[in-house]
């Protein structure tokens, strides 16, 4: 399978999603779980095991599964409550 980059698809800023888009779309973690985490660089997903979310977060990072719908990176106004 060939893949295509962005140049063969002549796509503008408005039609490429962003990263924690295809996240949501393409499963990333995996949306098995009412859990989610927060690195220590910023990245974040919700809606993961408390495996995954306890292994991901690692040294620097946060992890939620009860209070994530309170939490800044899976709460209100991050993008992912849909989610969780």
């Known amino acids: 399978m060939k893949k295509l980059s962005l140049e063969m698809l002549r796509l503008s800023t408005n039609e490429i999603l962003e990263r924690s888009q295809?996240?949501?779309?393409?499963?990333?973690?995996g949306s098995s779980g009412t859990c989610g985490f927060i690195t220590a660089d910023g990245s974040s997903f919700c809606g993961v095991?408390?495996?995954?979310?306890?292994?991901?977060?690692?040294?620097?990072?946060?992890?939620?599964?009860d209070s994530c719908g309170?939490?800044?990176?899976?709460?209100p106004?991050?993008?992912?409550?849909?989610?969780?």
């Open 49 to 65: 095991s408390k495996s995954v979310a306890i292994s991901n977060a690692g040294q620097g990072g946060n992890w939620c599964c």
């Open 70 to 75: 309170s939490s800044s990176y899976c709460g």
């Open 22 to 29: 295809m996240k949501k779309i393409t499963g990333g973690y």
């Open 77 to 84: 106004g991050s993008g992912w409550e849909a989610s969780i």
